[in-house]
């Protein structure tokens, strides 16, 4: 039996739960440091942005031209002394350089050294994050929320908050470094806003969110996990949800929201409940320990006036569990290509395989090339033949619908697949059996579900760039599981000026690991 003398929550709001630090952005440095970090009261070495866990929210306007300074300060080689950083789900329109993906749009940004991600946010809003992409190094830590606030949001009306506060990250959380875990890792905590309980001694602090009653309030729930999805409730309340990986839908009410690595949802909830402390939980379906004995995979909604002691709430049974292929587009609700089957330019048929080793694609197995696929493209070779690495390289044409279909089944599901560079519509999801050309949700990131399932997606090739496509489990990316798309090969020099320090990454990374050209 557990002593909870020592137990304690924490008052903090939102964001700050872990950090208290201030939003930054869109203009601002970015340290990435090793720190010493025990936010489920296990001391352990890091990689952080700004030295907190999670990093700090970036924020900025829809239409703001972001410049963030990566500048790295790590030590610490079993974690890499090396970094790149993603800006997940901005589309980075002719700013292909500045994507952040380690090896294939860049060279990472070498210890010591600094790298100025420069891109405009000329026509998205809404929820996103930024990650380590190189190797699993996320998994260490550097990861963090994003978020570009719309100045004429269509659903304001809906809510009076929207802040740093309202902003609610679930993270999982290792006990010993990536370098060390075994081929499929297991996480030992569910962190929510940077704090959380392991099972083997649940006593350390807790998140509190808090909320006054009467008030309508914008959450932002961000799953930035390397692993788990998450079923995430709140006891006593509903969630309106009005956003899916930056982009607005149709209000749709839940009681409950399974959400996915990297994927991202803002719902609205009032604080109509009688005053008091209630439950936040956030159920992994893989963990050291599920379910929520003793505060762990949980944090806690405080009222203002509530007395400062943990919840006695009741988790609720769920009667409206959010099922992906309810939410609808706010606007554009179309897919790309004709209303039928294969109704594209380019249908794509994505077979996943696994030989106990490393995860395939096709046949294939993506490691990563020794020359980023951007800077292969600008020194001249265009050909899927030709492009690194053979077999994971799928050259699109300009201006063409494409569909993916991705049949799960493949081990280690339900897998979470993200596209770099665009948003898709999901024109059949998990458990769907009819696809839904008329108005299918947009997102970025979605799950191919279990067996049976022929999750498919559509988008527009407008974009010219590789484009990481590629399971957000950051494990099986690690073992391979991904593919790179290369739009519209030709164009690329002409749409991405990269500057010459992007130019200077490779070589200054080269020399630093002794690796001759």
């Known amino acids: 039996m557990f002593s909870f003398t020592l137990r304690r929550v924490v008052i903090l709001l939102g964001l700050g739960a872990a950090t208290s630090m201030a939003a930054i952005g869109p203009v601002t440095d970015l340290e990435i440091v090793n720190k010493v970090v025990s936010p489920d009261g296990i001391k352990r070495d890091a990689v952080l942005a700004q030295g907190a866990n999670p990093g700090p929210l970036i ?52 210890t010591g050294d600094s790298f100025l991600y420069n891109f405009h946010v000329p026509d998205q809003a809404g929820t996103f994050w930024y990650h380590s992409h190189l190797s699993t190094q996320y998994c260490d830590g550097l990861r963090g929320p994003m978020v570009v606030y719309d100045p004429h949001d269509p659903h304001a009306h809906l809510y009076d908050v929207d802040d740093e506060s309202t902003v609610i990250t679930l993270m999982d959380w290792y006990h010993v470094a990536a370098a060390y875990q ?26 509190v969110i808090n909320v006054e009653h009467g008030k309508r309030y914008r959450f932002r729930l961000l799953n930035m996990a390397c692993d788990p999805n998450y079923n995430f409730t709140i006891d006593g309340h509903t969630m309106t949800i009005i956003e899916a990986d930056g982009q607005n839908t149709q209000p749709l009410e839940v009681d409950k929201i ?11 909830l009032t604080a109509d409940q009688p005053v008091g402390n209630y439950w936040i939980r956030a ?41 992906e292929a309810d939410l609808r587009p706010l606007t554009d609700p179309a897919a790309p290509g004709d209303p039928m089957p294969g109704g594209v330019d380019v249908p794509i048929l994505l077979d ?14 993506y490691v990563s090339p020794t020359v980023p696929v951007l800077l292969q493209i600008l020194n001249g070779t265009y050909s899927a033949q030709q492009l690194l690495p053979k077999g994971s390289v799928y050259t699109l044409p300009r201006n063409a619908t494409v569909e993916l279909r991705m049949p799960a089944g493949v081990i280690g599901g339900p897998h979470p697949f993200h596209l770099h560079g665009h948003t898709f519509s999901v024109v059949r999801s998990a458990g769907q059996t009819t696809p839904n050309y008329v108005n299918p949700v947009k997102r970025d990131t979605v799950s191919i579900g279990s067996q049976g399932d022929q999750v498919t997606v559509r988008f527009r090739t407008d974009n010219p760039g590789p484009w990481f496509l590629h399971c957000h489990i950051d494990w099986h990316l690690q073992l391979g599981l991904a593919i790179v798309f290369a739009e519209e090969p030709q164009e690329i020099a002409a749409m991405n000026n990269a500057p010459v320090s992007w130019d200077k990454l490779c070589p200054t990374y080269d020399k630093a690991m002794g690796i001759t050209p």
């Open 59 to 110: 924020k900025g306007n829809r239409g703001d031209n972001f410049r963030i300074n990566v500048v790295n300060k790590l030590v610490n080689k079993t974690m890499l002394t090396s970094t790149s950083i993603h800006w997940h789900g901005l589309y980075q329109h002719t700013s292909n350089w500045a994507d952040g993906t380690g090896f294939v749009t860049q060279c990472p940004i070498t």
């Open 352 to 365: 996943f395989s696994f030989n106990g080793t490393n995860f395939f694609i096709n046949g294939t197995t």
């Open 283 to 323: 159920n992994p379906d893989r963990n050291n320990a599920t379910g929520f004995d003793y505060g762990i995979n949980s944090a806690i909604l405080r009222y203002k006036g509530a007395p400062k002691k943990e919840p006695t709430s009741k988790e609720m049974e769920s009667t409206r569990f959010l099922n």
């Open 182 to 207: 075994p081929l499929i890792a297991t996480s030992d905590t569910t962190l929510i806003n940077g704090l959380g309980r392991w099972a083997g001694d649940p006593t350390s602090e807790l998140a």
């Open 258 to 268: 399974q959400i996915f690595a990297a994927q991202r949802y803002s719902f609205v």
